[in-house]
T-cell receptor
Framework: EAGVAQSPRYKIIEKRQSVAFWCNPI?????LYWYQQILGQGPKLLIQ????????DSQLPKDRFSAERLKGVDSTLKIQPAKLEDSAVYLC??????????????FGPGTRLTVL | QKEVEQNSGPLSVPEGAIASLNCTYS??????FFWYRQYSGKSPELIMF????GDKEDGRFTAQLNKASQYVSLLIRDSQPSDSATYLC????????????FGKGTKLSVKP
């Protein structure tokens, strides 16, 4: 079974530029998550989708970050304009479905973003 | 109080020993608990998950949960140098639909 796919793996941009990340979850997984992981920290949830709807985006900096999952499968996360503090690894994860208790989430390889 | 706390380490154990990794959490509504392993420069990899009080074993790994004490641990028996990594504890946010709160991780070093 193929895992979560992400691209690109690395991206270097200058501040105030824009960048987009792509994620394709495990086949059949209805729930998709985007996390930000800063060096030395655990992943922090940015946004959670169930199929093509947003479940939780309370920690997404909406003035510069946006995300979509239009057809309920793959997803795109965009940053515009980027700031220095956005330098981090952006992780996509998926789980089979939503439950109150929480199901295991499986992570993709991540995109390492460096903002200069 | 931090939501999920882990000792950052590094925790150093000799090869073949038992490594004990600990995690405390603040949300009494949490229902599911996960351990992820993260090698340097790689993404988190799920090792274990546990929902009920007690122990859950999978090969060399045992997860232990005590909801009354808000404590979850991971034991690694017969530790190998390949187990050297950062171990992340994740707890679902009570009242949410699967949202996980991660600790900062404990760095484990297994010495040959």
């Amino acid at each position: 079974e193929a895992g979560v796919a992400q691209s690109p793996r690395y991206k270097i941009i200058e501040k105030r530029q824009s960048v987009a990340f792509w994620c394709n979850p495990i086949s059949g997984h209805a729930t998709l998550y985007w996390y930000q992981q800063i060096l030395g920290q655990g992943p922090k949830l940015l946004i959670q989708f169930q199929n093509n709807g947003v479940v939780d985006d309370s920690q997404l900096p909406k003035d510069r970050f946006s995300a979509e999952r239009l057809k309920g499968v793959d997803s795109t996360l965009k940053i515009q304009p980027a700031k220095l503090e956005d330098s981090a690894v952006y992780l996509c994860a998926s789980s089979l479905d939503l439950t109150a208790a929480g199901l295991p989430q499986y992570f993709g390889p991540g995109t390492r973003l460096t903002v200069l | 109080q931090k939501e999920v706390e882990q000792n950052s380490g590094p925790l150093s154990v000799p090869e073949g020993a038992i490594a004990s990794l600990n995690c405390t959490y603040s949300d009494r509504g949490s229902q599911s608990f996960f351990w992820y392993r993260q090698y340097s420069g790689k993404s988190p990899e799920l090792i274990m998950f546990i929902y009920s009080n007690g122990d859950k074993e999978d090969g060399r790994f045992t997860a232990q949960l005590n909801k009354a004490s808000q404590y979850v641990s991971l034991l690694i028996r017969d530790s190998q140098p390949s187990d050297s990594a950062t171990y992340l504890c994740a707890v679902n946010k009570g009242g949410s639909q699967g949202n996980l709160i991660f600790g900062k991780g404990t760095k484990l070093s297994v010495k040959p």
